[in-house]
C-alpha cells in the first residue's frame, strides 16, 4: 500500500505564493507517477500537475506558467510550488499516486483558498 500525507495549503491573498507538500510511504517502489487534483464546489475535478518516475512533468493549462510540480526522492515526497495565485485557484487540492495495477492512491486534501 501507499500512503500520502499532504499539506500546505491555506488562506492566501490574490497573487500570493504557497508550497502544498506530499510525503509517501510504502510501497513506494512501485509507483509510476505522482500528481496534484484539485476540485471547487460545483466544479469537475482536474487534474493540476503531474511528475513521472522519469521527471516529465504535464501541467493543466490554466496553471501553466505559476504552478511547478518538483520531487525530492531522498524524502519520497512531491511538490507544488503555486505563484501569482487567483480566486480560482480556491479548491481542495489532493495528492495523487498511480501505482500500476491498483486504482491509486489518494491523499486527504489540503484547501487551499485564495481571497481577499
Known amino acids: 500500500q501507499v500512503q500520502l500525507v499532504e499539506s500546505g495549503g491555506g488562506l492566501v491573498q490574490p497573487g500570493g505564493s504557497l508550497r502544498l507538500s506530499c510525503a509517501a510511504s510504502?510501497?513506494?517502489?512501485?509507483?509510476?507517477?505522482m500528481g496534484w487534483y484539485r476540485q471547487a464546489p460545483g466544479k469537475q475535478r482536474e487534474l493540476v500537475a503531474q511528475i513521472t518516475r522519469i521527471g516529465s512533468t504535464n501541467y493543466a493549462a490554466s496553471v501553466k506558467g505559476r504552478f511547478t510540480i518538483s520531487r525530492d526522492n531522498a524524502k519520497n515526497t512531491v511538490y507544488l510550488q503555486m505563484d501569482s495565485l487567483r480566486p480560482e485557484d480556491t479548491a481542495v487540492y489532493c495528492c495523487?499516486?498511480?501505482?500500476?495495477?491498483?486504482?491509486?492512491?489518494w491523499g486527504q486534501g489540503t484547501q487551499v483558498t485564495v481571497s481577499s
Open positions: 510504502g510501497s513506494i517502489f512501485s509507483i509510476a507517477a
Open positions: 495523487y499516486a498511480d501505482r500500476p495495477g491498483t486504482l491509486g492512491y
